[in-house]
């Protein structure tokens, strides 16, 4: 192992121990497993039945709130995380290591953490599904978990980005991580309506599908839903975006190309502003 890639493991190692000792991190596992069984029961019981929804549908009820919570979650855990105690940063930046690396290692090992907390609930929830409806649609289900896993990496990035903006004031970080939320999740899709109701039909297409690959929680949830139910996830906006794109591959392309560039931009900001900072 080079000596890079034994300080990436160290950090992430610490991290990892140091997260899943978190009782906030424990809670969450709960939580997670917790609305993962209740949304797998509650599709019957609006329809009048009973008893758990197969893999499918489960994974098409949680797409929307799984995409609400992990990028809150890593957001939040991740800034409070990555953000050093006051003093912290200058006993932390000042060993004879890569301070790029040290930021790496410990994004990445809480990246693991929160992955983790999330496989535990996905596969609490997952385990009474298959005892219950049987294994049809697991790959759906798993799909689900995979862009969960991606978007929680994307935040993770944010949240060290933030971090090494702001070291040593935890509360400052915290504020900025719930305001990037905010935008991301509720903000960015209100202006992106509001201005598309101003074009018309065409432009009004055209500005919807280009801020879907603009925002990591839009692209995530609409490559989700396409592996989940292909070209008929959204209907006629399907074909409005594969005739945007040129087709099914190249709708993944683009889809994969946006949520590279969010998984790298936040991380390679944070290392600049690491490399320059004065501690």
Not at 59 to 75: E, N, W
Not at 104 to 114: D, E, H, K, S
Not at 160 to 170: S, V
Not at 244 to 273: D, H, M, Q, S, Y
Request: include cysteine.
């Amino acid at each position: 192992m080079t000596p890079m890639r034994k300080v990436l493991w160290l950090c992430a190692r610490y991290e990892l121990t140091l997260a899943v000792r978190s009782r906030w991190l424990q809670v969450f596992a709960v939580v997670f497993g917790a609305l993962s069984l209740a949304v797998a029961s509650a599709g019957y019981v609006l329809s009048g039945g009973h008893g758990l929804q197969d893999f499918s549908r489960t994974a098409v009820s949680l797409v929307q709130i799984v995409l609400l919570l992990t990028p809150l979650a890593a957001l939040v855990f991740g800034g409070l995380a990555l953000t050093p105690e006051r003093g912290g940063a200058e006993l932390l930046y000042s060993q004879p290591v890569s301070r790029g690396a040290i930021l790496i290692g410990r994004a990445i090992g809480v990246w693991l953490a929160l992955t983790a907390a999330q496989l535990v609930g996905f596969g609490a929830a997952g385990s009474v599904v298959q005892w219950q409806s049987g294994a049809g649609g697991a790959l759906q289900y798993l799909a689900v978990a995979a862009g969960a896993s991606v978007v929680t990496a994307i935040f993770v990035g944010l949240a060290a980005l933030l971090a090494a903006l702001w070291p040593a004031r935890r509360t400052r970080v915290l504020a900025a991580a719930l305001v990037v939320w905010f935008v991301a999740s509720v903000a960015f899709d209100l202006i992106a309506l509001g201005a598309a109701s101003l074009l018309r039909s065409g432009s009004a297409s055209r500005l919807l599908i280009t801020a879907t690959f603009l925002n990591p929680i839009d692209a995530a949830r609409t490559g989700v839903l396409l592996l989940i139910d292909g070209t008929a996830a959204f209907g006629a906006a399907s074909l409005a975006l594969l005739r945007f794109t040129g087709g099914p591959g190249a709708t993944a392309a683009w889809i994969a190309a946006a949520l590279l560039l969010w998984l790298v931009a936040p991380i390679a900001a944070a290392l600049r502003v690491v490399s320059r900072a004065d501690v």
